[in-house]
């Protein structure tokens, strides 16, 4: 079922969009070469602490988990995407990381990822990098009062496209509100003018995820972390955006925190 949210109600999900902001912002500041994936997963949980927040991780147990992910952060480096289950590794020099963060606050959730790179970069990283953001932008500027679920779709794809990425369809965008996966789906691939109207009140999260050279997915055998098929890197960007009369809003926004 979709719902619809009030402008009261948009404004209520502020504080959690804040949250996952600036929490994303300090752990991509923090995070360096030689920094261990539980210790992010360790600050993530005693920030998520100190503001009273709920984390929507840490008991989330879907059909295709192995067992609750009993973390509260997506960690994924390199070939890992999506679902990352932080482990004891310590980032080496050029790994791709990408943090995945969702918690409610105040009975609202805000979700949102971001990809970067600790120590030296390589080119196709950035690259790749670069194009699930401005996916991402594409996506925003399609979330409009008027159009369909499928415009947000297909400028997501164009974006990939252009830049000889393929896309899978099977994880994508979603709707977010008091629980973290809501109606609608957002495809990271559509047809324009197709699926759900966009009206004032949707708020969605938008994800592409990209692969550099497969659009296959394997599951790591600790049953949630999420690889490419042929060992080729991966990067996310997500924000959570209402859409209202005045156009997208996103409510994770971090740009007014630090340069991504
Ligand atoms: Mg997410």
Same mark, same amino acid.
């Given at each position: 079922?979709?719902e619809?949210?009030?402008?009261?109600e948009i404004?209520?999900m502020?504080p959690?969009?804040r949250?996952?902001a600036?929490t994303?912002?300090?752990l991509r500041?923090?995070?360096?070469v030689?920094?261990?994936?539980?210790a992010?997963?360790?600050?993530a949980h005693d920030l998520?602490?100190?503001a009273?927040?709920?984390s929507?991780?840490i008991d989330y147990?879907p059909?295709f988990?192995?067992s609750?992910?009993?973390?509260v952060?997506?960690?994924s480096?390199n070939?890992?995407v999506?679902?990352?289950l932080?482990? =004891?590794?310590?980032l080496r +020099?050029g790994?791709?990381?990408? @943090?995945?963060? #969702?918690?409610?606050?105040? *009975?609202w959730?805000a979700?949102?990822?971001?990809?970067?790179?600790v120590?030296?970069?390589?080119?196709e990283?950035?690259?790749?990098?670069?194009?699930?953001?401005?996916?991402?932008d594409?996506?925003?500027?399609?979330a409009?009062?008027?159009?369909?679920?499928?415009?947000?779709?297909?400028a997501?794809?164009?974006?990939?496209?252009?830049?000889g990425?393929?896309?899978?369809?099977?994880f994508?965008?979603?709707?977010?509100?008091?629980?973290?996966?809501g109606?609608?789906?957002v495809?990271n691939d559509?047809?324009p003018?197709?699926?759900?109207?966009?009206r004032a009140g949707l708020?969605v999260?938008?994800?592409?995820w990209?692969?550099?050279?497969? =659009?296959?997915l394997v599951? +790591?055998p600790d049953?949630?972390t @999420?690889?490419s #098929?042929?060992?080729s890197? *991966?990067a996310?960007a997500?924000h959570t955006?209402?859409?209202?009369?005045?156009g997208p809003?996103v409510?994770t926004?971090?740009s007014f925190?630090?340069v991504?």
């Amino acid at each position: 079922m979709i719902e619809l949210r009030t402008p009261a109600e948009i404004e209520a999900m502020r504080p959690a969009g804040r949250f996952v902001a600036e929490t994303l912002a300090a752990l991509r500041e923090e995070t360096k070469v030689g920094t261990n994936l539980l210790a992010i997963d360790r600050r993530a949980h005693d920030l998520i602490r100190r503001a009273g927040a709920e984390s929507c991780y840490i008991d989330y147990h879907p059909s295709f988990g192995a067992s609750p992910f009993g973390k509260v952060i997506c960690t994924s480096v390199n070939d890992a995407v999506l679902h990352g289950l932080p482990h =004891d590794y310590a980032l080496r +020099d050029g790994d791709l990381v990408t @943090l995945d963060f #969702a918690v409610s606050v105040d *009975g609202w959730v805000a979700d949102s990822a971001v990809s970067f790179v600790v120590g030296t970069p390589r080119d196709e990283d950035l690259a790749l990098i670069d194009t699930t953001q401005r996916a991402l932008d594409a996506a925003i500027a399609a979330a409009a009062v008027g159009g369909r679920i499928g415009d947000i779709s297909h400028a997501i794809a164009e974006v990939a496209r252009a830049d000889g990425y393929d896309i899978n369809t099977d994880f994508g965008g979603h709707g977010v509100g008091r629980t973290m996966h809501g109606d609608p789906h957002v495809p990271n691939d559509g047809k324009p003018g197709r699926g759900y109207p966009l009206r004032a009140g949707l708020v969605v999260a938008l994800e592409p995820w990209f692969l550099q050279t497969t =659009d296959e997915l394997v599951t +790591d055998p600790d049953g949630w972390t @999420l690889r490419s #098929a042929d060992g080729s890197r *991966g990067a996310h960007a997500e924000h959570t955006v209402a859409i209202t009369d005045e156009g997208p809003l996103v409510l994770t926004d971090r740009s007014f925190l630090s340069v991504d």
